[in-house]
């Protein structure tokens, strides 16, 4: 599995959007759940949200306290994959 990722924290609402995309090059798909960690300056603790993968372009938004300093797809190192996420 290969997935791509940017975010953005809309400070307005505290919601962070979440954009997963599976690039795969042989064109296949999976679904399968995945955690995401949220880190930030006010916790000294990750926040961990799993999230449900199940198309090639995947959508979340996830509430938060404060804007994250970074996200961490599948902290854990539980699925084969690589993945990558950045601000946007």
């Given at each position: 599995?290969?997935?791509?990722?940017?975010?953005?924290?809309?400070?307005?609402?505290?919601?962070?959007?979440?954009?997963?995309?599976?690039?795969?090059?042989?064109?296949?798909?999976?679904?399968?759940?995945?955690?995401?960690?949220?880190?930030?300056?006010?916790?000294?603790?990750?926040?961990?949200?799993?999230?449900?993968?199940t198309e090639k372009s995947n959508a979340f938004v996830i509430s938060t306290d404060s804007e994250p300093e970074k996200i961490i797809i599948d902290p854990n190192?539980?699925?084969?994959?690589?993945?990558?996420?950045?601000?946007?």
């Amino acid at each position: 599995m290969k997935i791509n990722g940017t975010w953005q924290f809309n400070a307005k609402t505290n919601e962070i959007k979440l954009m997963l995309d599976q690039v795969q090059s042989d064109g296949s798909l999976f679904k399968m759940p995945i955690q995401v960690a949220i880190y930030s300056k006010s916790s000294k603790q990750p926040m961990i949200k799993t999230i449900q993968v199940t198309e090639k372009s995947n959508a979340f938004v996830i509430s938060t306290d404060s804007e994250p300093e970074k996200i961490i797809i599948d902290p854990n190192f539980w699925v084969l994959m690589d993945g990558n996420i950045s601000k946007k």
